[in-house]
C-alpha cells in the first residue's frame, strides 16, 4: 500500500476530528463568589496538512510538505451577578510544526505565547435613585475593543509565521 496516498487522508481526518470536537467552546464557572463567579475557558484546534507540490518559488516544485498547525487559549474572568468588580486575564498560544506551509510561509518550528486580555473594571448598579437608567463603567487594561461588527475592522488577522520575514530581511 502507498502511504503517499493514505497518509494525507488520515492527516485530513484527524485534523477534521479534532476541529469538530474543539468548536463547540465555552467558558465553565470555576466558583460561585456569592456577588460574582469566576469562569474559566479553553480552547484548542489543531489541523494536520499535505501537499504534494510547494509554491513558495513562485512556480509549482515537486515537493513534498507535511505540516501541522495548532492554538491554545487560556483565559479565567470576573463577572459580577449586578454591579461590581470585572476582570480578564486570557493568553494566546500559536504553532507549527513539520516542514512549513506548501507556500513558504512557515518555517515548521513558529511557537508564539502572548497576553491577549489582561483588564480589570468597575461597574456600577446605577448612579443616584434606584430608578436612574444611568451607570457607570470604568475599567483599564489590554481589552478588545470592537468597531462595528467586527467584519473588517476587528477581525482576525492572517499569520504569516517567520518564513515570509527571513526572506524579505535577507534580500
Same mark, same amino acid.
Given at each position: 500500500?502507498?502511504?503517499?496516498?493514505?497518509?494525507?487522508?488520515?492527516?485530513?481526518?484527524?485534523?477534521?476530528?479534532?476541529?469538530?470536537?474543539?468548536?463547540?467552546?465555552?467558558?465553565?464557572?470555576?466558583?460561585?463568589?456569592?456577588?460574582?463567579?469566576?469562569?474559566?475557558?479553553?480552547?484548542?484546534?489543531?489541523?494536520?496538512?499535505?501537499?504534494?507540490?510547494?509554491?513558495?518559488?513562485?512556480?509549482?516544485?515537486?515537493?513534498?510538505?507535511?505540516?501541522?498547525?495548532?492554538?491554545?487559549?487560556?483565559?479565567?474572568?470576573?463577572?459580577?451577578? #449586578?454591579?461590581?468588580?470585572? *476582570?480578564?486575564?486570557?493568553? /494566546?498560544?500559536?504553532?507549527?510544526?513539520?516542514? &512549513? =506551509? +506548501?507556500?513558504?510561509?512557515?518555517?515548521?518550528?513558529?511557537?508564539?505565547?502572548?497576553?491577549?486580555?489582561?483588564?480589570?473594571?468597575?461597574?456600577?448598579?446605577?448612579?443616584?435613585?434606584?430608578?436612574?437608567?444611568?451607570?457607570?463603567?470604568?475599567?483599564?487594561?489590554? #481589552?478588545?475593543?470592537?468597531? *462595528?461588527?467586527?467584519?473588517? /475592522?476587528?477581525?482576525?488577522?492572517?499569520?504569516? &509565521? =517567520? +518564513?515570509?520575514?527571513?526572506?524579505?530581511?535577507?534580500?
Amino acid at each position: 500500500m502507498n502511504n503517499n496516498k493514505t497518509s494525507p487522508r488520515l492527516c485530513g481526518a484527524l485534523g477534521g476530528l479534532l476541529l469538530a470536537a474543539a468548536l463547540p467552546a465555552q467558558g465553565y464557572e470555576m466558583a460561585d463568589l456569592g456577588h460574582a463567579t469566576v469562569d474559566i475557558d479553553l480552547q484548542a484546534l489543531m489541523g494536520a496538512f499535505h501537499s504534494d507540490r510547494g509554491y513558495a518559488t513562485g512556480a509549482a516544485e515537486a515537493r513534498r510538505y507535511r505540516w501541522q498547525e495548532g492554538v491554545l487559549t487560556l483565559g479565567a474572568e470576573l463577572n459580577p451577578k #449586578q454591579g461590581g468588580l470585572y *476582570g480578564r486575564v486570557s493568553s /494566546v498560544g500559536t504553532a507549527t510544526w513539520g516542514d &512549513g =506551509d +506548501a507556500a513558504g510561509f512557515t518555517s515548521g518550528s513558529e511557537r508564539k505565547l502572548e497576553l491577549e486580555d489582561a483588564f480589570l473594571g468597575y461597574r456600577s448598579e446605577s448612579l443616584g435613585d434606584s430608578g436612574s437608567p444611568w451607570r457607570l463603567d470604568v475599567s483599564a487594561g489590554r #481589552q478588545p475593543i470592537t468597531l *462595528g461588527d467586527g467584519f473588517l /475592522v476587528a477581525g482576525d488577522g492572517t499569520s504569516l &509565521g =517567520d +518564513a515570509l520575514a527571513r526572506i524579505l530581511h535577507q534580500a
